[in-house]
């Protein structure tokens, strides 16, 4: 998403979506910041209404594509652990 509300400090950059959450009935888009870090921006500070067509309805953008469920970063976890285990042990 682009950054188009005025005077933002990041205002006209494209910066990638990683959610999307409701807050006080507004949507907001979770986005990863050039710092690597997240922020939380009003959808209506982004040009997701140009994205997505006159028409569309800000509550239900396009769903992003997961990486991996919850359950597979636990299971992910559990191995790395017993990898990191047998790295102490020797």
Do not use: Y
């Not at 710092?35 to 209404?49: F, G, H, K, N």
């Not at 991996?68 to 285990?85: E, K, M, P, S, Y």
């Amino acid at each position: 998403m682009r950054i188009v509300r005025r005077g933002h400090a990041l205002e006209g950059q494209e910066l990638a979506v990683l959610g999307r959450r409701k807050r006080a009935g507004q949507l907001h888009l979770l986005l990863i910041l050039p710092c690597e870090s997240r922020s939380l921006i009003p959808a209506s500070w982004t040009d997701l209404q140009l994205r997505m067509g006159a028409a569309a309805d800000q509550a239900s953008p396009a769903t992003p594509a997961l990486l991996a469920t919850i359950q597979d970063l636990f299971n992910a976890r559990i191995v790395v652990d017993a990898l990191l285990g047998r790295m102490a042990g020797a």
